[in-house]
Every structure is written in structure tokens, then in C-alpha cells.
């Protein structure tokens, strides 16, 4: 069964530092996104992207984050200067295109844990 | 603006028991209405969803009620088991159709079942 890969699963880096996390969406999607998941909080979008570029970005995805997807298969998230507060697992979701409302389903990998120390 | 509400926030039930869970939404336009089940260290995944409709959608011992003019829909596990112990989430979205955002999901705050053997 094709699946979401994201890496690393678990990532620690010193406030102020860049991180970039990686992932690999099911290969015949279009549409990526990115949530992240504080400790014991609901989940929360960040940002969509097609076609090349951002279709849509929350309030928490501000200058300091950016994605690419730099070669065709992998889609990645950059945090430029890190902050105690970015600590979250942060997922990676992708989904068929286009998502016209039938049977739309949003595949998550399993996460990454960044910790910002 | 919290567009959606879950509840209970945890949920203890014995093995063989009905478990409940409830959302309420405000946007009306959503029209895509999934509940996603989170095991711990994993992303959320499809379990079941519901388009507006139809009132009820049944897939094994999980079932979808969706009451539009309450703007509220449940998920009911019936013949709950331990397997089943994990977070649930609603996260309705509005299809690409009605002019959306490209799927972004907008998740409740989650509950935690926990089924007891």
C-alpha cells in the first residue's frame, strides 16, 4: 500500500538554528500539505501547495517557514530560525488531485518530532 | 475563530460498549465531513467520512450520523474493542468544487478512546 514517508522521525536543534523536514508523498499526488501537532493539542494546518506553489497558509506560517518540492518526489519544510515554540510533531499529508469532494482523502505520513532546545 | 468543536475531549468505555463522539461545525460550507483515527508515534488516518447528503453512513461497527440543520455530526463505534483505543479527530473541509482552499482539513481539538478489555 502506497504511504506518506517523512524524515527524520525525531529531530533535536538549538533555538535559532534552520531545520528542514523531508517527505516523500504517494506518487501520483498533486496536492501536499503540511500540519503540525503540538503535545496534547489538536492538529493544525500550515500550508497547501500545487502546482508548484502555496495554495493556501495558515497564520502560523509566517516568514520564517517556507516549503519546495526541489526534484519532483520529495516535498520539504524549512523553519529558517527555530524557536522554542515550533517544538511539534509535524506531519506531512498528501492527497489525489483534484480533490473534488468524492471520496477525498488526505494521507498523512507518521510524523516528525522536531524539539527546539 | 475555532470552526469546529469535538467533544469529549477522552472517552473510557468497556470492551463491547458504544463509543460516542460528537462534532460541531460552523462553516456551512464544508461538505466533506471525516473522522480520522491517530494511534500513538503514527499520523492520522482515514477511518470513515460522509458527504452532506445522506444522514448516515454505516462501514462495519463504525457509523457517521450527520444532522446539517444542527450543524453537528457523531461518529458511534459500536461492539467498541481495545484495538480501538486511539484519538480520534473530526475534520471536515470543503471540496475543491465549492471554491476551496485544495482539502484543507479543519480538525477538532481530538478525543482520546480509551477501551477497556
Known amino acids: 500500500e502506497p504511504e506518506v514517508t517523512q524524515t527524520p522521525s525525531h529531530q533535536v536543534t538549538q533555538m535559532g538554528q534552520e531545520v528542514i523536514l523531508r517527505c516523500v508523498p504517494i506518487s501520483n499526488h498533486l496536492y501536499f500539505y503540511w500540519y503540525r501537532q503540538i503535545l496534547g493539542q489538536k492538529v493544525e494546518f500550515l500550508v497547501s501547495?500545487?502546482?508548484?506553489?502555496?495554495?493556501?497558509k495558515s497564520e502560523i506560517f509566517d516568514d520564517q517557514f517556507s516549503v519546495e518540492r526541489p526534484d519532483g518526489s520529495n516535498f520539504t519544510l524549512k523553519i529558517r530560525s527555530t524557536k522554542l515554540e515550533d517544538s511539534a510533531m509535524y506531519f506531512c499529508a498528501s492527497s489525489e488531485t483534484p480533490p473534488r469532494g468524492i471520496n477525498t482523502e488526505a494521507f498523512f505520513g507518521q510524523g516528525t518530532r522536531l524539539t527546539v532546545v | 475563530q475555532q470552526q469546529v468543536k469535538q467533544s469529549p475531549q477522552s472517552l473510557i468505555v468497556q470492551k463491547g460498549g458504544i463509543s460516542i463522539i460528537n462534532c460541531a461545525y460552523e462553516?456551512?460550507?464544508?461538505?466533506?465531513f471525516p473522522w480520522y483515527q491517530q494511534f500513538p508515534g503514527k499520523g492520522p488516518a482515514l477511518l470513515i467520512a460522509?458527504?452532506?447528503?445522506?444522514s448516515e453512513k454505516k462501514e462495519g461497527r463504525f457509523t457517521i450520523s450527520f444532522n446539517k440543520s444542527a450543524k453537528q455530526f457523531s461518529l458511534h463505534i459500536m461492539d467498541s474493542q481495545p484495538g480501538d483505543s486511539a484519538t480520534y479527530f473530526c475534520?471536515?473541509?470543503?471540496?475543491?468544487?465549492?471554491?476551496?482552499?485544495?482539502?484543507?482539513?479543519?480538525f477538532g481539538r481530538g478525543t482520546q478512546l480509551t477501551v477497556w478489555p
Open positions: 460522509i458527504r452532506p447528503d445522506v
Open positions: 475534520a471536515p473541509l470543503t471540496s475543491a468544487d465549492r471554491g476551496s482552499t485544495l482539502g484543507r482539513l479543519y
Open positions: 462553516n456551512t460550507a464544508f461538505d466533506y
Open positions: 501547495f500545487y502546482n508548484n506553489e502555496i495554495s493556501e
